[in-house]
Nanobody
Framework: QVQLVQSGGGSVQAGGSLKLSCVASENTNSSICMAWFRQAPGKEREGVAG????????YYNDVVNGRFTISHDNAKNALYLEMNDLKPEDTAMYYC??????????????????WGQGTQVTVSS
């Protein structure tokens, strides 16, 4: 059982920056995809960014592309999400996730076996 522990998040004003971290309890080198999702009150969970560690390819939701950056540190089994130029609509609970089996698109939440505990990001205008 892989455990994902998240840190970071918090409250910022619009235009500010935050960095989220997610550390896995086991080696992530064999994972197929690692991603960040978010869920705002009353909305479905949506994919924010995904990363395929074997080839380094990354994907972003259009609404965050150019503002957010996903990265991975193999040595630390860590996944990061750097968020810049934050907007009030970015306010949500953010979750990291890891997929070890593949067969799904990066933004399909049901394809991930392990999830972090979530961390709140609040952006005020």
């Amino acid at each position: 059982q892989v455990q994902l522990v998240q840190s970071g998040g918090g409250s910022v004003q619009a235009g500010g920056s935050l960095k989220l971290s997610c550390v896995a309890s086991e080696n992530t080198n064999s994972s197929i995809c690692m991603a960040w999702f978010r869920q705002a009150p009353g909305k479905e969970r949506e994919g924010v960014a995904g990363l395929y560690p074997r080839n380094g390819v990354t994907y972003y939701n259009d609404v965050v592309n150019g503002r957010f950056t996903i990265s991975h540190d193999n040595a630390k089994n860590a996944l990061y999400l750097e968020m810049n130029d934050l907007k009030p609509e970015d306010t949500a609970m953010y979750y990291c996730a890891i997929d070890y089996t593949g067969g799904n698109w990066w933004y399909e939440a049901f394809g991930y076996q392990y999830w972090g505990q979530g961390t709140q990001v609040t952006v005020s205008s």
